[in-house]
């Protein structure tokens, strides 16, 4: 029998040792602490201080932007001034060229025949005869009449005067003319009696090229149906139209095509000074006339403005849709050429000695003062333009170019493009050393 003292002993539950019931539910209802959200300086100051910082993005972003423009710009405009420079140093350094010889030489002694008589200003006395030379203007001054510009280019062929005078916008005018490329050889050909029949059977026959050169070949030359070509042996030069008909795959020959009557190829060979047995082995160079000026260009679809197609002046009143470009007439081609937009101006001085004198002058006072026969050199200023406007201001175009002797620029108004001056002395190596005896 158990007794009560040894009765074991009997513990509460573990959660009546924890604490006092009404104790922990005190401490298990507390509420938390309530959050505290940014007051409403808080907020300005960080939208500030955001603004702040994003203005100054921006900043950078419109920066970076700019400079990049115009870093494109500055490369878009000496690309073009280069390409532009260049070329026209290219065609200027052998103008007048007749091949063999000196032109003043040629025409000095009267060996120079010219029978395309589209290159003459007076087509209705063309006889042949040099009537193309040293006193052929290199280049023109601007009309003092807008819209007149024809009135000053007299010496031009009509074609040329309408086509340059309608689109002809600012600046001066470069003209240049002679032959280019190697040129080909013609088959030799012996003449072995000197009578009237043979001898004009000789002149008018079509002119074979030698064998091995193609059709391709004559055509990358320049040689084509309607151009110009010159042919010459260096006694006697002939500047005539190339007038074609044979078909591409046919060996290329070059019939003149001309009036009997103007002696056509080689004509000095009739006369005393024709042996019998004689070998002619002439050459066949291709022949062109080019005039350089600036015009007005749409860029939108590339139209050139002038010749009823628009005015040559909407380059000054909308110089967004429509921009200056340096153009190109040529009498081989019989058209107009845009070859590099955004050229606003052009100025040439030309370069000479007159006996003992020396004179440097622009195209009106070599022509008042009859000096083409003696230039030697033209100094050829351009000033090229950025298409879109890229600077933070107003800037005169002139100031691209302050010490230009020549006001290039001048009449432009200021505005917002990157405008650039480039130029160069070119030597016309066709007028030295040699010079007619004075007059």
Not at 80 to 99: D, I, K, T, W
Not at 237 to 264: C, H, K, R
Not at 405 to 431: C, M
Request: proline share 6%; charged share 20%; glycine share 8%.
């Amino acid at each position: 029998m158990f007794t009560l003292g040894h009765m074991p002993m009997i513990r509460s539950p573990r959660t009546a040792l924890v604490g006092r019931p009404g104790r922990t539910q005190a401490r298990n209802c507390r509420s938390p602490r309530p959050a505290r959200g940014l007051s409403l300086i808080e907020v300005l100051v960080a939208m500030v201080l955001g603004l702040f910082l994003l203005a100054g993005i921006i900043q950078v972003m419109v920066s970076a932007r700019t400079a990049y423009r115009l870093a494109e710009a500055q490369a878009r405009t000496q690309e073009n001034g280069r390409y532009a420079m260049q070329f026209l140093a290219r065609e200027l350094r052998p103008s007048r060229s007749p091949a063999c010889r000196n032109i003043a030489h040629d025409e000095f002694e009267g060996t120079l025949n010219v029978l395309a008589c589209s290159l003459l200003a007076d087509v209705d006395n063309c006889t042949g005869k040099a009537k193309i030379g040293t006193k052929v203007p290199l280049g023109y001054s601007p009309s003092a009449t807008p819209g007149k510009a024809a009135s000053a280019l007299a010496g031009l062929t009509a074609k040329a005067q309408t086509a340059v005078g309608e689109r002809w916008l600012r600046g001066d005018v470069l003209v240049s003319w002679g032959t280019f490329g190697e040129g080909f050889y013609a088959q030799n050909r012996t003449i072995k009696e000197k009578t009237p029949e043979a001898l004009q059977k000789a002149l008018t026959d079509p002119i074979t090229l030698i064998s091995g050169v193609t059709p391709g070949d004559v055509k990358a030359a320049g040689i084509t149906a309607g151009g110009l070509a010159l042919i010459t042996d260096c006694e006697t030069t002939d500047l005539f139209v190339v007038s074609s008909d044979e078909d591409d795959d046919d060996l290329p020959i070059l019939p003149l095509g001309l009036d009997p009557d103007l002696n056509m190829a080689l004509t000095k060979l009739q006369g005393s000074t024709l042996g019998i047995g004689k070998t002619i082995r002439p050459r066949v160079f291709p022949f062109d006339f080019k005039v350089y000026f600036i015009c007005c260009v749409n860029k939108q679809n590339g139209n050139l403005q002038g010749g009823g197609v628009g005015n040559a002046y909407n380059c000054i009143t909308d110089p967004v849709t429509y921009r200056p470009s340096l153009c190109r007439w040529s009498a081989s081609a019989g058209d107009t050429q845009s070859l590099t937009m955004d050229v606003a101006d052009l100025r040439v001085t030309y370069d000479g000695q007159d006996g003992a004198t020396r004179f440097s002058e622009p195209p009106a006072t070599v022509t008042a003062n009859n000096h083409w026969g003696r230039v030697a050199s033209a100094r050829i200023e351009l000033l090229v333009t950025s298409d879109d406007e890229v600077r933070r201001a107003d800037t005169l175009p002139a100031l691209a170019a302050p010490n230009s002797p020549r006001d290039l620029g001048q009449d432009l108004k200021a505005d917002r493009r990157l405008y650039e001056a480039f130029n160069a002395t070119v030597a016309i190596r066709s007028l030295a050393p040699w010079y007619p005896p004075a007059e």
